[in-house]
């Protein structure tokens, strides 16, 4: 029968004869100089497809040259893109062989390419969804960049002032350190494409944490050889001073480093995009820390003028929170329990706000449009719901953003009824523009959310396993506890305060989860060092002196990563307030619990594991005395190692 086309074309109904575009092996155009065929378009077939494609030829042959039903049609998406004709050659019943067909006719290079490509695209009978749509206006884009560098350039530069004002000379040159560290991320970004998003930025900020952290364990640690020592030379405290940090500063950037590969290679979106920057982060932060501040600290160490002033290098005098706690010696750990029945109190606060306020979570993990709109006339946020609730949206759920625009959330909405929204706010609010507008498919959704709580558990299990071989599975349990306590705390929080658990928090909590593991793999690593050399002591008196001698630097670096998240809380405005209000309350949480969770849960742990303490070696043989004399002797807090 036949069939007019919207373009006017006239084309037959060949009968059944059909041939899916799936049988398409491959389809290539081509230029026949010596023929004169010109430009035309080879077609390959499927073994299967190939005998279907010569029954149906060899059907179209059957009718006279010049008759519209010895044409074979080639229809996409219900669109006849073109019909030739058989050539008048094949008779009737024989059909084109699979493997040497070809379409020509008058087509230009072009023409050629496209068809070809088009019949290629015929072989993937694929539906189009969107699943993820993100449009932000210039305004908004622009005012989160400025605001995003501001808050970075002077949180770093407070950081940087603050190191300095702590550690004098030495404090300034793990500065331009950190300056350096800078450099070496951005080339590497711009060397992989790398694109900054959020959950960027918050890779950067705990990389940024890190590389702080390795220079005050190293300081720190020189402060404390200078002090046992204070004749030594104030290289020989330096020097010592790396090299005693070096374990910490190892296993704490290893944990991290195992994390944001797992996030990388089973998350998606966000949490792939953090994974990926904070490798970056911390692999810069490393190489920043351990060579070029050695290298600069070194350098000024053998001055004598450095050497001589001690009021000048910033480390051949205790700081003032060392000197506090040295005369003060708080007895923190004769009751470990009471700690863990704060902790847990704590805890149950934090569950009760997730229970009775509710999670709110995000479009991200949902599914769902968010629509930002900013209005010429101030509306309040009872007054466009009412609006939006006449007009047909009562699911939708406004609030304000920043600047005084209204942020619209809601289910399924079509870009006619998102117009038909925007025409609603415009009654109130005069003329009304979007500034913003995200679009999640519930597919997506629910595979973000998936594929996040999949990478957190592998993360928390490899770094569970990992704890376990470099210390005992008893601190592993500790610093898991501790971290799972932290998480629990922080989305509580959010929850009591109603705001929004989407993607910008996901980042913040991933970041708090880094600066929690890092935090106890730094007291613990103190532990076994004190516990490795004092071996007849209890070992709740040795997690007292660890936790005392590492309380300096967990001030010096909280205070650091605090400058920088309250420029960001300040200057970064509405769309990095959640995001630096989580961070803020995880640092405070995640010093709390590497202390007063991780350290009270190992000691309990240790009681009841019925293992035996670490017991001086015994004397074996005349003359001979394992340890001390030479003799290896094995460190039960270092699974493997040898002392």
């Known amino acids: 029968a036949d069939t007019k086309l919207a373009d006017g074309r006239r084309v037959l109904d060949l009968g059944p004869s059909r041939l899916s575009g799936a049988g398409v092996e491959d389809a290539t155009a081509g230029f026949e100089a010596q023929g004169g065929a010109g430009w035309s378009v080879s077609l390959e077939f499927r073994k299967d497809a190939g005998q279907e494609w010569k029954k149906l030829t060899g059907e179209a042959a059957c009718h006279p040259a010049g008759d519209d039903r010895r044409r074979v049609a080639i229809v996409l998406d219900q669109k006849v893109i073109s019909s030739p004709q058989v050539d008048p050659s094949v008779g009737c019943g024989a059909g084109l062989p699979s493997g040497a067909t070809q379409i020509t006719g008058s087509f230009s290079a072009d023409e050629a390419r496209d068809l070809a490509l088009l019949i290629k695209g015929g072989a993937l009978p694929v539906p189009v969804e969107i699943v993820e749509q993100r449009t932000v206006g210039p305004t908004l884009g622009a005012a989160a960049i400025d605001a995003s560098a501001q808050a970075a350039l002077i949180g770093a530069a407070a950081t940087a002032l603050f190191i300095t004002i702590v550690y004098r000379l030495f404090g300034a040159l793990a500065a331009v350190a950190l300056g350096a560290y800078g450099v070496i991320s951005y080339a590497a970004l711009v060397a992989l494409g790398v694109t900054l998003t959020l959950p960027g930025l918050a ?335 209890p070992l709740d008196t040795i997690a007292r002196r660890a936790v005392l001698q590492t309380v300096p630097r967990t001030v010096n670096t909280g205070m650091g990563a605090l400058f920088i998240l309250a420029a960001l809380a300040v200057l970064g405005g509405d769309s990095l307030a959640d995001f630096a209000l989580a961070l803020l309350i995880g640092i405070v949480v995640g010093t709390w619990s590497s202390v007063f969770t991780a350290v009270p849960g190992a000691l309990l742990l240790e009681r009841n594991a019925k293992t035996p303490p670490p017991v001086p070696g015994k004397r074996k043989g005349k003359g001979s005395t394992r340890g001390r004399a030479g003799a290896s002797r094995r460190d039960p807090l270092d699974n493997g190692a040898r002392v």
């Open 203 to 537: 890779g950067f900020v705990l990389a940024i944490g890190m590389a702080v952290d390795a220079n005050v364990l190293v300081f720190e640690r020189a402060r404390e050889e200078c002090a046992d020592r204070p004749k030594r030379s104030l290289r020989s405290a330096l020097t010592t001073g790396f090299q005693k940090a070096w374990s910490a500063v190892a296993d704490s950037n290893a944990t991290t480093l195992i994390a944001a590969g797992l996030l990388f290679f089973l998350g998606s979106g966000p949490v792939k995009g953090f994974g990926v920057t904070l490798a970056i982060g911390v692999i810069a932060s490393m190489f920043s820390a351990l060579v070029i501040a050695r290298a600069l600290t070194e350098i000024a160490a053998n001055s004598r003028f450095v050497s001589d002033y001690r009021n000048v290098n910033g480390i051949a005098r205790p700081g003032a929170v060392r000197t506090w706690l040295t005369r003060k010696d708080p007895q923190i750990f004769r009751k470990p329990v009471r700690w863990l029945v704060v902790s847990a109190a704590l805890v149950a606060v934090a569950v009760a706000g997730i229970v009775v306020r509710g999670v709110d979570l995000g479009v991200e993990f949902t599914g769902g449009r968010l629509v930002e709109y900013s209005t010429s006339r101030p509306v309040d946020v009872e007054t466009a719901r009412d609006t939006l609730a006449a007009a047909g949206f009562g699911d939708a759920e406004v609030t304000t953003a920043g600047d005084g625009d209204l942020s619209v959330r809601t289910g399924k909405l079509d870009n006619d009824g998102e117009h038909a929204l925007r025409a609603a706010l415009a009654e109130e609010g005069g003329e009304t523009t979007k500034v913003r507008d995200e679009l999640i498919g519930p597919s997506l959704g629910d595979e973000l959310r998936r594929n996040a709580l999949i990478a957190l558990g592998v993360a928390v299990a490899v770094q569970l396993a990992y704890l376990a071989v470099r210390f005992r599975w008893t601190f592993a349990v500790s610093s898991v506890a501790a971290m799972v306590h932290d998480v629990i705390l922080v989305v509580g929080a959010f929850a009591w305060l109603g705001r929004p658990v989407d993607g910008i928090f996901l980042a913040a909590l991933l970041t708090v989860i880094g600066y929690s593991v890092n935090d106890s793999v730094v007291v613990f690593d103190r532990v076994r060092e004190l516990w490795g050399a004092n071996r007849r002591t």
